[in-house]
């Protein structure tokens, strides 16, 4: 039988889909909470890049420093003519600038993929980029595996995956495990993977990256809320709720959630329900882990990649981990 009248849902209906559905989740549980995921709509995109300027919050300019420090080094130690550069979440570019600088300036050919799936993200990454007839940009719309994967196939380059700015912080223990086991999956023998870990330090400096003096941390986290009044018609009354940031030492991870001033209903139209909030009640938005040098040794020998070089800073802040794909 021919079956006619096939509905296709766009990606704009499938995302607020799942935005609708996650929030459901998320505020029927004990206790409440909102994936980190949801943070970057329009606005709190543009409250991240603020945050990552502002003065307390040293991880993009420590990193910054790092990839100017060492970008050279790095290219050296990868050492080909040509390369495949695979970023994972396309960023302003500033960073990749200064990676892909390097393997141009050593003569190395340089294919850039930035991998998102927003293709409005890409939109920054162009302007910031170095023109050369030895760099090729392609934008690959997509998560970041199925990107990943889909490049395995038509390239043989030696591939660089770029994961920067401690995005690999926002993953649990046990999903930081399982990324690095699918990025192992999805590379060949012999190919590079360049990881931002911000490492363990003084909780004072901690707390003052993630509760800025700015209030930039309590806007982006506060904002989240606007987005569900916007997006699914929520009625969130903006100072009934205060952020509250603060490192967990046992847990080794910054911790950031939204708490309740008052005893108090929130309607969400979407899902056509009330949620009670009691005085005090706490819901959990994001975490952000820290490591040792220890851990991050031992992550890279249980998911398979041999330790190239790890690129410091003075302050031993933050590590940039150049690891390799070993497969027997
Ligand atoms: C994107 N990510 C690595 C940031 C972090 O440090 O966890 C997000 C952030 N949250 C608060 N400030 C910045």
Avoid at 33 to 47: C, V, W
Wanted: proline residues 1%.
């Amino acid at each position: 039988m021919k079956i006619t009248n096939l509905i296709e849902v766009d990606q704009f209906t499938q995302n607020r889909e799942a935005f609708t559905t996650d929030v459901l989740m998320g505020l029927s549980s004990e206790p409440k909470t909102i994936s980190a995921k949801y943070f970057y709509d329009d606005a709190g995109s543009e409250l991240f890049q603020k945050i990552s300027q502002h003065q307390d919050y040293y991880l993009t300019k420590t990193e910054f420093s790092i990839l100017e420090q060492f970008g050279a080094s790095l290219a050296a130690t990868i050492n080909e003519a040509e390369i495949d550069i695979l970023e994972l979440g396309a960023g302003d570019g500033h960073k990749s600038k200064l990676i892909i600088d390097s393997f141009l300036a050593q003569g190395t050919k340089v294919n850039f993929y930035p991998i998102d799936i927003s293709e409005k993200a890409m939109g920054l990454l162009g302007a910031n980029l170095t023109v050369s007839e030895q760099l090729n940009i392609h934008g690959i719309v997509a998560d970041y595996f199925h990107g990943l994967n889909s490049l395995k196939t038509i390239s043989s380059n030696k591939k660089l995956v770029l994961f920067l700015g401690s995005n690999i912080g926002n993953f649990n223990r046990a999903q930081t495990q399982e990324f690095l086991k699918k990025l192992w999956l999805s590379l060949n023998a012999n190919d590079h993977v360049l990881i931002g870990y911000d490492l363990k330090k003084d909780t004072d400096i901690l707390n003052k990256a993630y509760n800025d003096s700015g209030g930039l941390t309590t806007a982006f986290n506060l904002n989240l809320l606007k987005r569900m009044n916007a997006e699914l018609g929520a009625d969130f009354e903006m100072d009934k709720f205060k952020h509250y940031g603060f490192y967990n030492p046992s847990l080794g991870a910054m911790e950031s959630y939204i708490i309740s001033l008052h005893d108090q209903d929130v309607y969400i139209a979407a899902l056509e329900k009330s949620f009670h909030f009691e005085k005090f009640e706490a819901m959990h938005l994001e975490s952000s882990f820290k490591f040792s040098e220890s851990e991050i040794h031992a992550l890279a020998s249980q998911t398979g990649f041999k330790i190239e070089a790890h690129f410091t800073d003075v302050q031993n802040f933050f590590v940039d981990a150049l690891w390799q794909v070993q497969k027997s």
